[in-house]
């Protein structure tokens, strides 16, 4: 699956984030794992494991630039912060370019915030365009925020009678019933959630 120096790679990009903040050098451990058993569940091929590990690793360094009093702010962003909210795929893609062993995975660090209905950014992707492995990458991507956020939720809320899973599927069938998700890929990830955080194994 990863090549003779990827490891040392993905070390140091583990490195960079975890000097930025914690939570943004725990996510990429998140991610690469969900996306490993998920890519397992679905059968993908080495290479596009390699893709969804180093996606996990690269696709935010862009927020690097962010200021925490954005990227951490617990209310609604506003139209100005939302503008340099997604300035970050770019500049992930920008840093990616400046590395060699990082360059071919640019382009699809690029567009893991575009939707198959055009509503995505930065270059307002539609369908085909974009990648099926970020189409998988972006499913894994958006449930843990999902479930990550709930789960640091203040302690003076209530729990959720929901499961923290259920409420990622909630929020990403709206998206795919939009059109900006693919419904069989949707409906295939849902079903590997439920066994994830059921632990009945992908």
């Not at 198959?116 to 099926?132: A, C, Q, S, V, W």
């Not at 599927?169 to 900006?180: C, D, F, R, Y």
């Amino acid at each position: 699956m990863l090549r003779p120096g990827d490891a040392e790679i993905l070390g140091f990009l583990e490195q960079i984030q975890l000097a930025r903040n914690l939570q943004a050098g725990l996510r990429c451990y998140r991610l690469r794992t969900m996306c490993l058993n998920l890519a397992r569940w679905l059968k993908l091929d080495q290479e596009q494991m390699r893709q969804l590990i180093f996606l996990s690793y690269c696709h935010g360094l862009g927020k690097i630039g962010i200021p925490d009093s954005i990227l951490l702010k617990p209310t609604l962003l506003t139209d100005q912060e939302w503008v340099k909210i997604r300035e970050y795929p770019e500049v992930s893609e920008s840093i990616c370019n400046q590395l060699p062993v990082l360059q071919e995975f640019a382009p699809l660090v690029r567009s893991h915030q575009e939707r198959l209905n055009g509503t995505g950014y930065p270059d307002g992707l539609r369908g085909e365009e974009i990648p099926f492995i970020v189409q998988v990458f972006q499913l894994v991507n958006v449930a843990d925020a999902i479930i990550s956020k709930r789960l640091r939720r203040k302690t003076n809320e209530p729990p959720s009678e929901r499961p923290y899973w259920m409420q990622a599927v909630e929020e990403i069938t709206k998206e795919m019933q939009s059109g900006a998700r693919d419904l069989e890929l949707c409906e295939r990830f849902f079903r590997f959630l439920e066994l994830y955080y059921k632990g009945g194994g992908p």
